[in-house]
């Protein structure tokens, strides 16, 4: 894959896919992490004399949403480097074609929200070539895109000398690391809703993994293939069916120890202002399993303690609820304290690492979910795939 020591980028416009997909809320941005992680890549092609074309999605709009658009990222970009923004008023056309042109070395200009343009999520030709017209080169540093075939993050990489910016670099070659040379004990925590979701990450965690430590929701479907009562918990069958087969994996002798809780925190809905602690994982009918137990908690810490690898993806339980955080916050904890490798998988395992104001005590903070874990199904990423297949030279 080539990077930004490959490119030559002085005096020329450099289009740069970035990830400014933030939260807003009536219009401001609530979290600016994904703008910042962006920085040392667009700093470092101003320093080195380049005019950068920002493109970017924001949410999924229709009909041209006036709410989606970049206008504050813009705003904050420009706060954050010191220097103006200017924001194009369309994606691609003949305005953005000038503003692209009279663009001096270190300059700056945004694309509106190319998810605007109904071709780039078709990967359509036409918008990528639209797209390389306004530069010389191209740099992606989106991984929260790059599991997306779209014209900003696919199609124009097939036709300017492409690179991968520092953001998208650093994420592809720690979590390869995780995948191809990890410091032993591997520890693996997986959580969230839907086993179903997860089973290719599972399976490869069986395969690759010492141990691998299973939370939240997802919990349940393997103590229903248990035998185990669940209540009321978030547990479908295709999920039961899915978690009897990785059961069946993790049997073979040269598979991960798959570990599950042995205590839980019930509430009657997650709404409930006070949980309920289960000396056992046998949920009672009419209430459902919110959170690990103490118990559970304080075995994963153990565990995450010995390790010399930790991947972290998905939360212990709802812990945007009070009564139901406290397993969360352990592993979090135990994470943020750990001397091993730490890399957590973005979503909302970052979101608890920040809301317990331990983001800045882990090695790697992913900014892609969805990418971090096609990656570690071993599924290729378009957007990474391109820029290692690309032709085209600088």
């Known amino acids: ?54 493109v970017s999605h924001l949410g999924r709009p229709k009909d041209g949403d ?22 194009s008023p369309e994606v691609v056309g003949e305005r953005s074609r000038e503003l692209a042109a009279a663009l001096g070395p270190g300059e700056m ?10 071709g780039e999520t078709k990967n359509d030709g036409a918008l990528a070539r639209e797209l390389a017209a306004l530069a010389d080169v191209y740099v992606n540093d989106a991984f929260g895109a790059a599991h997306r075939a779209h014209a900003s993050t696919e199609g124009v990489a097939r036709l300017l000398p492409s690179a991968a910016g520092r953001l998208l670099e650093r994420e592809v070659a720690t979590l390869r690391g995780v995948l191809e040379h990890p410091r032993r004990p591997l520890v693996a925590v997986l959580g969230g809703a839907k086993v179903t979701d997860k089973i290719a990450v599972i399976t490869r965690f069986l395969a690759l993994a010492d141990t691998l430590l299973i939370g939240g929701a997802m919990c349940f479907p393997f103590l229903a293939a248990r035998g ?22 993790a049997a073979r002798p040269d598979r991960a120890g798959l570990r599950l809780p042995e205590d839980l925190v019930l509430g009657q809905s997650i709404d409930d202002a006070a949980g309920r602690p289960l000396n056992g994982v046998d949920v009672p009918a009419g209430w459902m399993g919110l959170d690990i137990g103490p118990r559970t908690a304080a075995r994963y810490a153990q565990e995450i303690a010995l390790a010399g690898t930790v991947f972290w993806n998905g939360p212990m339980g709802a812990f945007e609820r009070e009564p139901f955080a406290a397993g969360t916050r352990t592993v979090a904890e135990a994470v943020a304290a750990s001397s091993a490798t730490t890399v957590v998988g973005g979503g909302d395992s970052a979101a608890a690492l920040h809301q317990f104001g331990l983001a800045d005590r882990v090695d790697h903070v992913s900014t892609g979910g969805g990418a971090t874990l096609e990656l570690v199904e071993g599924r290729e990423l378009p957007g990474v795939a391109a820029l290692e297949g690309s032709v085209a030279q600088a």
């Open 66 to 87: 006036p709410s989606l658009s970049l206008a504050p990222v813009a705003r904050r970009l420009s706060e954050l480097c010191g220097a103006p923004v200017a924001l």
């Open 1 to 54: 894959m080539r990077t930004l020591d490959q490119l030559d980028v002085e005096g020329r416009r450099v289009l740069v896919r970035a990830d400014f997909n933030v939260p807003l809320r009536d219009g401001e941005i609530t979290d600016d992490a994904r703008i910042r992680a962006a920085l040392p890549t667009i700093e470092e092609l101003r320093g080195r004399g380049a005019s950068l074309v920002l």
């Open 109 to 118: 200009l945004m694309l509106e929200n190319v998810r605007y343009e109904p």
């Open 228 to 249: 185990h009562e669940v209540g009321a918990s978030l547990c479908a069958e295709e999920d039961v069916a899915a978690a009897r087969g990785a059961l069946d994996e």
